[in-house]
């Protein structure tokens, strides 16, 4: 793993979805994970890594990558393909990075350290890029998908995986299910704080239609939201414009 900048000491306000934050929670974070999401969160991951299937990616982003299971994934799915991992948080990249080294495709990763604000990477650069359970923790959306769209080549994809909270009944099951049962599991597990964060910051995630819109607004067409089991999670998707597409 490489870095990218010298990150200065965090402020508390600074820490909560931060990178320190998630070095904390790194231990235990793919096993909280599994059990939090009822085993469901492999199966959105793959919706992801599918989503850029039509560019025959050759050069994917993975950001926020964490603990590195879409960049693996990724890795796999495309054999061609050199994949970049980044994350501000050292201990989410050193999980990917011992992840990567015990298995087959891990070879084709390559992990930075870094921001979404201000990616390592040249305009143009990759054929498409992702993100997992990421944005909500980019302070400034509007310019991590801003990065987001720059690095990618004209005709490229965008692809963009997040948790909100579905409307109706099933609102209030999932809404339980966030602020109760994730915070109790987190502290028993890991840190209450920092999954009480997490479920907090769920419910301040825009609804899918504003969503769409910030998408466009930074540059990207023919934008769209596909909701998983029920909108629980979205899955969405936009074009960089020009190039074949
Ligand atoms: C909930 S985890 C998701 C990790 C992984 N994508 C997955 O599917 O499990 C959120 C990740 O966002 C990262 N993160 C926090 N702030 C970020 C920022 N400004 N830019 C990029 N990533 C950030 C965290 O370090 C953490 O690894």
Request: glycine share 12%; with cysteine; proline share 7%.
């Given at each position: ?33 599994r059990?939090?999401s009822l085993g469901l969160d492999t199966r959105w991951r793959g919706k992801l890594v599918a ?18 299971d879409?960049?693996?994934a ?87 995986l ?66 998983l089991t029920?909108?629980v999670v979205?899955l ?10």
């Amino acid at each position: 793993m490489r870095p990218t900048t010298d990150t200065p000491p965090a402020t508390p306000r600074q820490r909560l979805g931060g990178g320190t934050m998630f070095d904390g929670i790194a231990p235990r974070y793919d096993l909280l994970n599994r059990l939090t999401s009822l085993g469901l969160d492999t199966r959105w991951r793959g919706k992801l890594v599918a989503s850029v299937a039509d560019v025959q990616p050759r050069r994917i982003l993975d950001l926020a990558t964490g603990t590195g299971d879409v960049a693996l994934a990724l890795a796999k799915r495309y054999p061609q393909a050199q994949v970049t991992g980044i994350d501000p948080s050292r201990g989410m990249l050193e999980r990917a990075e011992a992840k990567l080294a015990r298995c087959s495709g891990g070879q084709r990763v390559r992990l930075l350290l870094g921001s979404a604000h201000a990616l390592p990477l040249s305009d143009g650069e990759c054929c498409a890029a992702t993100i997992a359970f990421g944005i909500r923790n980019v302070p400034d959306r509007a310019l991590g998908l801003a990065e987001l769209t720059r690095v990618v080549r004209p005709g490229g994809l965008v692809s963009v995986l997040e948790l909100g909270q579905p409307r109706g009944l099933l609102g209030s099951v999932a809404r339980f299910h966030m602020h109760r049962v994730v915070p109790a599991l987190g502290a028993l597990l890991s840190s209450g704080a920092e999954y009480r964060y997490l479920s907090t910051s769920i419910a301040a995630f825009p609804q899918p239609e504003v969503f769409v819109e910030l998408m466009r607004e930074a540059g990207l067409v023919d934008v769209e939201a596909q909701p998983l089991t029920l909108g629980v999670v979205h899955l969405f998707r936009g074009r960089v414009p020009g190039g074949a597409s």
